[in-house]
């Protein structure tokens, strides 16, 4: 059955909240147990009097509060565009025969994500979840040009409010070994809202009708609600 919570609420609960304050903490909800989980480590090796460990256990807390990082983003609102999904390097562009998803000749974009990029994923476009397929799989490194297909992998195929349909794939690389997505069949989306992340490094790709104009080249800088992926006719 659909998830019939409406989309601004799927967003708050994917990042923590501070009610009081009505201020939003800028870390995924999802990383937080591994950032506490960090700090505790630290905190104990510190009491234990084992400063080696202890200083390992801190610069490993503050890599996970790195790159669980959830900043805002100024998304534009905009029927037109198609954002970025997620942070990172354009690695490929092309013209691929998808029988998969779109079930006819698409343009398949590739954006790279480092350890080091913001991890968390946002909806291209304003539309309907038509489907979500899990593809569990292999743990090839992401920018390879395998990892598309033979990857454990998360699909989203979405329709914007005038029909038209594309396809976000999140993708898991050599360390990446978690995709979270929040949406199911049904769900409404929003431009720039968030829907998922992939930990520790990993890939998306978007693949577009032949008729959406790309807006990137390979080797440019995405981010993630910001960045113009590509553009209706």
């Not at 939003?24 to 506490?36: F, K, N, T, Y």
């Not at 998360?154 to 993708?171: H, K, P, S, W, Y």
């Not at 008729?211 to 609600?225: L, S, W």
């Amino acid at each position: 059955m659909a998830d019939e919570r409406p989309p601004r609420r799927q967003e708050q609960e994917l990042t923590a909240t501070n009610s009081a304050r009505g201020w939003r903490v800028p870390i995924a909800r999802d990383g937080l147990h591994s950032i506490a989980a960090a700090a505790l480590a630290t905190a104990v090796l510190y009491v234990l009097g084992w400063t080696v460990a202890a200083s390992v256990a801190a610069a490993a807390t503050v890599f996970a509060v790195s790159f669980f990082r959830d900043p805002e983003r100024n998304c534009p609102a905009d029927p037109r565009l198609i954002l970025a999904p997620a942070d990172g390097r354009i690695i490929k562009m092309g013209t691929v025969r998808d029988e998969r998803f779109l079930h006819t000749d698409a343009t398949i974009v590739s954006i790279f994500m480092s350890p080091l990029n913001v991890h968390v994923n946002r909806a291209p476009v304003s539309g309907r979840v038509l489907d979500v397929h899990h593809h569990p799989g292999k743990y090839f490194r992401a920018f390879a040009d395998k990892a598309s297909l033979d990857n454990e992998q998360t699909a989203v195929l979405l329709e914007d409010d005038a029909g038209r349909r594309l396809c976000c794939v999140q993708i898991a690389g050599f360390v990446a070994r978690r995709i979270v997505c929040r949406l199911r069949p049904g769900d409404r989306v929003e431009q720039g809202s968030r829907y998922g992340m992939i930990k520790f490094g990993s890939r998306a790709d978007v693949y577009l009708p032949r008729a959406a104009r790309v807006r990137v080249a390979v080797g440019d800088r995405a981010v993630a609600g910001e960045t113009v992926l590509a553009e209706w006719p």
